[in-house]
């Protein structure tokens, strides 16, 4: 069974420009959440998708951090424009909660995102 | 959820066992106890999680006091590969899943 795959690797993009991150979940969770670590900060949640609706998107700094899930698979996560501040890895993660008190969470590698 | 209360660092020698301890005082009924790991750039990888019962899987070992208050994450023979962050998370079951709130966690580093 495939992971969580996150695309691109890395990104290194100057101020002011756009980036999208992308995030393909493991086949059949519903669940899909964003979470990004900022320099010698701790992970700190963004926002929780239950399919293709937003079901939590409490973590998310400002509007120029706008994410979408269409259809329920994959997932992006653009940031427009981006500022200095917003460098740091970005993860996402999925799940599935056929028992709800059982939910795990599994990890992408991230996307480590530099602006310039 | 409750907040948890970790060691900032701590050394293991290598074949020996980790025991990482985790302080949650103000854990409510229910909360589960989640340990996640996080090897250095990569994500969070899941270890274990439970309730009050202590519980193994092939990774490692949760010890749950009987109070709840504090758990202590066992990695029976410690290698290399298991230097990385450990993080214990408090969280509440939803019916939609739910985030995880991640603290500074325990460095561990395993040493030949």
């Known amino acids: 069974e495939a992971g969580v795959t996150q695309f691109p690797s890395h990104s290194v993009i100057e101020k002011g420009q756009t980036v999208t991150l992308r995030c393909d979940p493991i086949s059949g969770h519903d669940n899909l959440y964003w979470y990004r670590r900022v320099m010698g900060k701790e992970i700190k949640f963004l926002l929780h998708f239950v399919k293709e609706s937003k079901q939590d998107e409490s973590g998310m700094p400002n509007n120029r951090f706008l994410a979408e899930r269409t259809g329920g698979t994959y997932s992006t996560l653009k940031v427009q424009p981006a500022e200095l501040e917003d460098s740091g890895v970005y993860f996402c993660?999925?799940?599935?909660?056929?028992?709800?008190?059982?939910?795990?969470?599994?990890f992408g590698p991230g996307t480590r995102l530099l602006v310039l | 959820d409750a907040k948890t209360t970790q060691p900032p660092s701590m050394d293991c020698a290598e074949g020996r066992a980790a025991n990482l301890p985790c302080n949650h005082s103000?854990?409510?009924?229910?909360?589960?106890v989640y340990w996640y790991r996080q090897i250095h750039s990569q994500g969070p990888q899941y270890i274990i999680h439970g309730l009050k019962n202590n519980e193994t899987n092939e990774m490692a070992s949760l010890i749950i006091t009987e109070d709840r208050k504090s758990s202590t994450l066992i990695l029976p023979h410690a290698t290399l590969r298991d230097t990385a962050v450990y993080y214990c998370i408090v969280r509440v079951a939803k019916e939609y899943g739910n985030k995880l709130v991640f603290g500074a966690g325990t460095i561990l580093r395993v040493k030949s």
């Open positions: 103000t854990i409510s009924g229910n909360e589960y």
């Open positions: 993660a999925s799940s599935h909660t056929p028992d709800r008190l059982q939910e795990t969470q599994y």
